[in-house]
């Protein structure tokens, strides 16, 4: 056999090699696509098999098992077990042996993009690759999955900072403004002290981490954060500002109810209320919150028919009184809103009525210099001064006076149900007409009036006689009987049920002729 026979035969049978490789080759490929898609249609026919909207069995959300529930059910779980953290309490350690409380509905917990959350959660086991999910549902159903979803807390630092202020005032030295006061002729200053208060950012950003760092639920200790304060007004401040703008005095009494306890307790959180140039002030939330650890306590209030008892009642007088003395001082009024019926202490248009976050009373110091709020409480009366440098024509004087532009009498009577007992019927309050009233405001100077203004409008509802029906007893039919009668606002029938409960039903006189052979 010649080289180039034996060449031609060896190159031959490589060929043919080379094609029996390539075709196992290729039959191995086709198998392991066959095998891997097959495999991929297995695992996605399984994971659709168990794609119906329900959260995997071992599937929590923080601390809520949502095991078998849609998104709407687990939404309602979850929000319904946050609801119950509202009363937890957390320490605060403010030094070793003192510390102070509060719950989580106070300091504003609450939970962001709970939502997302809850649908990440839901979705586990079918948002993964097909093996992942795969492995994970059949860990679901040997229930061996165990798959936590953390609730991410914030806190309100508003809400916070009042109530964490409120309570560590009664542990920390906090700092004293220098303050204003007038002695006879003089005014004198009182120099500001240093002390301690806390480092709110930082104490919150405790409570961030206590509650998103493996939170069970339950209460627990928050290391508070308290740092050395200066007064926020110094004896600086104060030193040019020697001058009253103005002030004003309502008489509010000192029979230890709970309404002068409130008057007094919010005038003096205005006390010492520092401004400077451009700076706003609400008085609402210089005043609030209203508990009785900051100081106030239950007053009776009107509230639709029925004279109820609420923390802080009688404060409106507070920012009328105020209201009056910034119109002397000619700040400036950002905000201010009339009773909606007229009161005893303050003329028509001449009130500022607060409630809560609803009806506020803000101003602006418009001076080019800072202006100091004094609060004085002597006998029974209120007195707020506005201290600050007088700039002003020394013959300048203002006047100000209420003019009722319309007045509507009113018929009638109203009965609201008490807390006394059954029979007691008082009047609460006397009849007020609907009223329209505006504010007037002559500027005089060196006795020649220069301006006379409209400051303000203002209208109020007419208000019938108004009586009070106790509703208090021992059988529980019978006040829902005399609550009942009241709400028909009929005086005959309220008597009429007054005095069946007290007495019993009146006795009816049979009428009727004798028969012949008598009364048998």
């Known amino acids: ?8 035969r060896k190159k031959r049978r490589w060929g043919r090699y080379r094609k029996r490789n390539l075709l196992q080759l290729g039959a191995v490929l086709l198998l392991a696509v066959f095998v891997v898609l097959g495999s991929q249609m297995f695992l996605r026919g399984y994971v659709n098999k168990h794609e119906d909207g329900r959260a995997l069995s ?16 687990a939404m309602q779980a979850v929000q319904k077990e946050i609801a119950g953290y509202e009363s937890v309490n957390l320490h605060f350690q403010i030094t070793k042996g003192q510390e102070i409380q509060a719950s989580l509905q106070e300091l504003g917990v609450s939970s962001a993009n709970l939502k997302d959350t809850v649908k990440k959660a839901v979705q586990y086991g079918r948002d993964r690759d097909l093996v992942q999910s795969y492995k994970a549902i059949r860990k679901a159903e040997k229930g061996k999955l165990e798959q936590h979803f953390p609730v991410q807390y914030q806190v309100d630092p508003k809400a916070a900072e009042k109530i964490l202020n409120v309570r560590a005032g009664s542990v920390l030295r906090v700092p004293v403004n220098a303050s204003i006061t007038q002695e006879g002729e003089e005014v004198r200053i009182t120099e500001g002290q240093k002390g301690e208060g806390l480092d709110l950012e930082q104490t919150l950003e405790n409570v961030r981490l206590f509650l998103n760092e493996g939170w069970d639920g339950k209460s627990g200790t928050v290391q508070a954060v308290v740092v050395k304060k200066d007064p926020v007004v110094t004896t600086e401040d104060l030193e040019q500002m020697t001058d009253i ?10 029979d230890g109810s709970g309404r002068s306890q409130n008057i007094a307790s919010g005038a003096m959180h205005l006390n010492g209320i520092f401004l400077r140039p451009g700076e706003e002030q609400s008085v609402n939330a210089a005043m609030e919150p209203y508990t009785a ?11 639709s028919n029925t004279v109820v008892q609420t923390m802080g009642g009688g404060i409106c007088q507070v920012s009328t009184t105020l209201y009056n003395a910034l119109l002397y001082a000619e700040l400036e009024i950002v905000e201010r809103y009339p009773h909606s019926m007229l009161v005893s202490y303050a003329e028509p248009s001449m009130d500022a009525a607060i409630a809560d976050d609803v ?3 803000v101003f602006k110091n418009n001076q080019e210099t800072p202006i100091y709020i004094e609060t004085v409480l002597a006998e029974g009366n209120l007195t707020f001064r506005i201290y600050g440098k007088e700039t002003r024509n020394p013959g300048r004087e203002l006047t100000f006076f209420s003019e009722t532009t319309e007045s509507k009498d009113t018929e009638g009577k109203r009965f609201v149900a008490t807390d006394d007992y059954i029979g007691y019927m008082g009047i609460q309050s006397y009849a007020h007409p609907e009223i329209s009233a505006q504010l007037w405001k002559v500027v005089t100077e060196d006795g020649v009036e220069s301006s006379r203004d409209v400051i303000n409008y ?4 007419a208000s019938p006689e108004t009586y009070g029906v106790g509703t208090a007893s021992e059988d529980p039919a019978a006040v829902e009987k005399m609550k009942a009668a009241i ?5 005959a029938t309220i008597q009429a049920v007054m005095q069946e409960i ?3 039903p009146p006795v009816q006189e049979e009428s009727g002729e004798l028969s012949p052979e008598g009364n048998s």
């Open 1 to 8: 056999m010649t080289a180039g026979k034996r060449k031609s």
């Open 502 to 504: 007290l007495y019993g």
């Open 487 to 491: 709400l028909t606002q009929d005086e």
């Open 458 to 461: 203002s209208q109020y509802m």
């Open 58 to 73: 071992g599937v929590f959300v923080g601390n809520t098992d949502i095991s078998g529930m849609d998104s709407k059910e």
């Open 245 to 254: 703008l103005g002030s004003y005095t309502t008489y509010y009494g000192e």
């Open 359 to 361: 009806l506020d009373l």
């Open 293 to 303: 650890e900051n100081g106030y306590a239950e007053a009776a209030s009107f509230e």
